[in-house]
């Protein structure tokens, strides 16, 4: 239903499927290798985006166990929101903060800055918005820093193919590269895909996923007031813009589109979906406040996504996953702790249950760092950026076939040449915004069935 690019990739070309990420060893023990080449065993840390979950990476680091990390320099695009990351990691980590103010860099450009200040083998971590992930990742790599990006890393075709070759030349320099699908760290949730890959639920034919839950994050975008330039505005509400985040679809659901599809240790090759604005009000994203997603893998078998934002409805956050002698909860309660279970049959019951996680869950927030660390000390080969470009166009074509009432493929979604800012790495605080308001003061929403091209 899209435009191909001229050489496209195919699904069978691009994926590889993900196994159980490995334990992590004591970092106390580990030695310097030569993808660390500092003179001393110190890590340092820049930190590239200071919003909440910035802040939230910035403490995992710095929470590994004699990781022997220092955060020396930020950057962001609201002093503000870096003021209140800084104090909240200073006053918790004492000295492993060490950002004076000729190192808290603010404006578009601040990420350069933040980076100059790292040595190759330190590390940055990439928190912004997703659509400037390609961007950011560009000067990683030549500074030929390590790299921790938050999750989704694409939020379009282009920027998934760019995505894609920029990682080739990170490999190439033996970079090592976390991506923010936690869950894929998380023990409880290994160990039923090990019992799921060993077939104690037998061949799984269904699964489903829902985040059906309240307004979240800044997906209900208000009216810019004038306050902000409109760049700044979009920037600050980037949950409510396609070009920014991908939308509350791709930046929040990933998470169970990615667990899902683990446990079926594939990737789906089409989608089809609805979904609808009901009570916008005076909000003026893009987002829709419901997602009903049909997903169909190459051998048939389905998973379903349920998506809502909407006060006084039934909540529920889990995955399901049912097979042909059984079934399984994947994850129940947000993202932690999984209290991942087997049942046999389908009815999900304490009488029916055969099997559950039997150790204390440790944070897969945390365990993602310990991981990376582990593998920057014992230079051990770690990319994730490839399983995380899949995940964001898979999560992509979800969003795009409820967007625009269309089946959308994996390849459609991978080879569309819509990009939605191509202008993304020129952006100024008072220069034009990737997205034009309408005389109302409203942006373009998507219009299933009316347009149907890929700009959503």
């Not at 003021?83 to 990420?111: M, Q, W």
């Not at 940055?124 to 820093?145: C, D, M, N, Q, S």
């Not at 379903?304 to 934002?309: K, P």
């Not at 994730?384 to 979604?413: K, L, N, P, W, Y």
Request: aromatic content about 10%.
């Amino acid at each position: 239903m899209t435009d191909r690019a001229s050489s496209p990739l195919s699904r069978r070309e691009l994926l590889k499927t993900s196994t159980k990420a490995a334990a992590a060893t004591a970092v106390a023990s580990m030695v310097l290798p030569k993808a660390y080449a500092a003179e001393d065993n110190t890590i340092q840390i820049a930190l590239v985006g200071c919003g909440g979950r910035g802040t939230g990476a910035a403490d995992n680091a710095l929470s590994v166990q004699n990781g022997n990390l220092k955060l020396v320099a930020m950057a962001d695009v609201f002093e503000g929101r870096q003021s209140t990351s800084y104090n909240a990691l200073s006053g918790k980590h004492g000295d492993k903060v060490d950002v004076p103010e000729e190192r808290r860099h603010i404006g578009f450009e601040a990420y350069k800055a933040a980076m100059d200040q790292l040595r190759p083998g330190d590390i940055v971590i990439l928190t912004t918005p997703p659509g400037f992930r390609w961007v950011h990742y560009t000067y990683a790599i030549e500074k030929g820093l390590n790299v921790f990006m938050e999750k989704p890393v694409t939020v379009d075709g282009p920027s998934s193919r760019k995505m894609l070759a920029l990682n080739e030349k990170a490999k190439e320099k033996n970079l090592k590269v976390g991506v923010g699908l936690m869950c894929r760290h998380c023990e409880a949730r290994g160990e039923l895909f090990d019992r799921i890959q060993n077939g104690e639920i037998g061949d799984l034919i269904l699964m489903r996923a829902y985040r059906m839950v309240g307004p979240t994050g800044s997906a209900f975008a208000p009216p810019n007031d004038g306050s902000l330039s409109e760049v700044m505005y979009q920037i600050k509400n980037f949950h409510g813009f396609l070009w920014a985040s991908g939308g509350a679809y791709s930046d929040f659901l990933i998470h169970n589109i990615d667990e899902t599809c683990w446990m079926k240790n594939a990737w789906p090759v089409e989608a089809q979906a609805s979904g609808g604005r009901n009570y916008r009000g005076k909000f003026v994203d893009q987002n829709f406040d419901t997602y009903s997603v049909e997903y169909t893998f190459a051998d048939g078998s389905k998973f379903f996504l349920e998506g809502r934002n909407m006060v006084g409805c039934h909540q529920e956050f889990a995955s399901y996953a049912q097979g042909s002698k059984g079934s399984a909860i994947i994850s129940t309660s947000s993202h932690f702790p999984a209290r991942s279970r087997i049942f046999k049959g389908q009815k999900m019951d304490k009488d029916n249950q055969v099997w559950a996680f039997g150790r204390k869950e440790v944070t897969p927030y945390q365990l993602e760092w310990d991981h990376l660390i582990s593998a920057i000390r014992n230079d051990q080969p770690y990319n994730e950026v490839q399983r995380g470009v899949e995940a964001s166009v898979v999560t992509s074509m979800g969003r795009m076939a409820a967007h625009t009432g269309q089946i959308v493929t994996f390849d459609d979604m991978l080879n569309c040449e819509h990009e939605f800012a191509p202008t993304i790495d020129s952006l100024t605080v008072d220069g034009p915004a990737p997205l034009v308001a309408g005389a109302n003061g409203k942006y373009p929403i998507p219009l299933p069935g009316i347009i149907k091209s890929s700009e959503y």
